[in-house]
């Protein structure tokens, strides 16, 4: 199964991510008055919580910086209600996936099963442990098969996220140590040019790579060590293996079935830039 889960991330998260890589989402969010991408970024993604401080978001984040969901939480529900932002990330996504897919495909019976097997995985995981996940779950399912899709892909996205946390927690690495594991798996040298790290202050992007030196994950250069490499490789099969509750509600045939009705969405949404 944890090969299952694998596949089906690969298949379903280009089309969570036309949440972050095409405009109509930020244009939602926008209209409603979010100053920033990040102020809209964190109001409508932390919405399912309810109005929790800062310190929660934070910690159900995981990888963003000390003081980087104060700076949007609760500054941006104060005029904004977290439902609104909710409802604005949901419209401007389906905008975005209706748009790149096209109308016929849209409407299609393919798409519709996808979601239908989509939602069926999504709504059939234990929540144990798994906050986001657990908050989007008390959310209701769109009956629209495009918004239906988005909806329970990103509930699923949401799931093996909070089990990637668990994982990382488990190995020792914090948010931005695991964003530096990610860079260098990526071939991203030197791993603290990664846009997600960056714009951090200098002190900060030091402290954090001395630590990963001292603990033997980076080498005097910021490199992968043969155990820095082995350590990531530990992490993704565990969250493989965490994430693969959902798709045990399906039957093989299901899941090669949800699987063909996928791979032509979702070749078509990569082609567009949603990776």
Known sequence: MSQTARRLYELLEPICMVTFS?????????????????DGYFASRAAPLG??????????????????AARHIPGAWETIPPEASLAARLRGSAASLRRIVGAE??????????ADLTARAATHAPMEGRVMY????????????????WHCATMLREHRADGHIAALVGAGVGGTEAHVLSALAQGIH????FGRIHHLPRQR?????????SRGLVDAEG???QEGRETKRRIEALTDDLAAAPYETLSPAEVDELTGCLEPLTATVVAAGSR
């Open 22 to 38: 095409a405009p109509e989402c930020n244009e939602e969010l926008a209209a409603l008055g979010h100053r920033t991408y990040w």
């Open 205 to 213: 992007l030091t402290a954090v790579m001395d630590g990963l030196r």
């Open 223 to 225: 490199r992968f060590t």
């Open 190 to 193: 030197p791993p603290e040019s």
């Open 134 to 149: 657990a908050a989007m779950r008390a959310l209701p399912v769109p009956s629209d098969p495009v918004e239906r899709l």
């Open 105 to 114: 495909r849209a409407e299609s019976a393919g798409l519709a099963r996808a």
């Open 51 to 68: 109005r929790v401080p800062a310190e929660v978001v934070h910690a159900a984040f995981y990888s963003f910086a000390q003081g980087e």
